[in-house]
């Protein structure tokens, strides 16, 4: 071992076994690599470059601006440095102190988040109803063991079946990959290059909604697009929806009812043609078939129950088979007074959303009108099945976000390609790629985001203590301490 070592070295290895024989702690200790100390190794010194970088007010600065600022002189005193550091040396600090350089983490979108009517409908509707249902539904904890519903007696079995639309770009690539420093740049395409929405449904409990055996599916691939399929509007969920009421009573055939989810866009608000609507209403008499011109309006609802027919009989002597108009509707209803008023504020901008200003106004605010339901819950709700709207600017609560999410990063490996038949297929194999596994963990984050609003967390908050607590379900009620 000592062999061209020296006499040195021989006799301080004896020394050290010698030692050691003694006490077994007694190992030498290497000062290899500790001759030198880095200044940001120093707290008070790295303190004040965290410091100087959080008076930026930016989150785009770089390593020439801890430069700048230690080459000026009331800094060099201060910090008792001889001369400013090098660019090199800065970089070398920021990643000392945690920092590192890459592409910025998109988080929860906020815009919106915290409105008061968002607030309000998330906390006092659709939490309410999440949590009437949740204790039907079949859960599964972080490892995938199954937990089963615990129904009332006579409560039917509840299966979440969520919904949401998603576009493809052939031109979404990925960012980062290992660049050999003669590789030269490539000339890319412009824009995000040819698209492909895909609208789903899917389910903890069986995954993407299929027939049960596999051979039909819910989903729709859709080019979107003046020149091409078009654009997909309400009608077009409608029929995809009868479809996947159709798969899913294959799969749950009358031992179960669906509860599907669907985002809060205005497009998926759009009423039936033949719904109560005062918006268009005429105040008299005329022939009207409703806003969409293609029907007449269904019955309302006087206040003591009985039904109430907006139009004339077709044997009228005067206005056969004609829209009553609001005056005589509101007469009808007993509110004399409010029939004498304006048919509506100028631009229907009134004082305010329970005034009774106009006839608009008036007849907006009766019970029959305001409990008009969408065309999709009205759809679903006829087949037997529940449906509901996610809160707005909410898509952490519905899970099949975070498929899409998956997904994308699946197709973004995929090699490029122009053709939309390739393109079809490397959206449909990425997709695939989402096993029910994955939507089981996706399902139990948003299921925290719910606990967490219920306890009455903010989204900040929420997003803190889905972190916290990433392998339950649920929130644990002490969190509140914590804050």
Known sequence: MTAGKGKYFARSLRKWVWDLLEDDDAMPITKLGNHRKSRIDDEDFSQEIQLHLQSLGKPYFSAMDIVHYLSQPEAQKKLKLKKAPTERTTREWLKNMDFHYSTDKKGMYIDGHEREDVVAYRQDVFLPLWYSLEHRMMTWTSDNQMVLPKPLPGEPRVVLVTHDESTFYASDRRKKRWIHKDEKPQPVRK???????????????????????GTREARILFKAGKNRDGYFNCDDLLAQLDLAIELFEDNFP?????????????????????????RHMPKYPKIWLGKSGKCKMRHGRLPNGQVQDLYFPDNHPQYPGYFKGMQLILQERGLLKESQLNAECKNFNCPGS??????????FNQPDFKEQKPAIIEFVEAHGHIAFFYPKFHCELNFIEQNWGHAKCQYRILPFTSKEAE???????????????????????????????????SGSQAVWANKKYHGHRVLPEHILNEL
């Open 354 to 363: 329970n005034a009774s200003c106009c006839c608009h106004r008036v007849l």
């Open 191 to 213: 824009g995000e290059g040819a698209s492909i929405m895909v609208s789903d449904f899917c389910s903890p409990d069986l995954g993407w909604l299929k027939s049960k055996d």
């Open 423 to 457: 393109m079809e297929k490397n959206v449909q194999e990425s997709l695939d790629k989402v096993d029910i596994v994955k939507m089981r963990r996706f399902a139990n984050r948003s299921a925290r985001f719910m606990a967490a609003y219920k306890l009455g967390l």
């Open 254 to 278: 009358g031992t179960a009812i669906a509860a599907f989810g669907f985002d809060n866009a205005p497009g998926h608000q759009k009423r039936a043609d033949d719904a109560l609507s005062a």
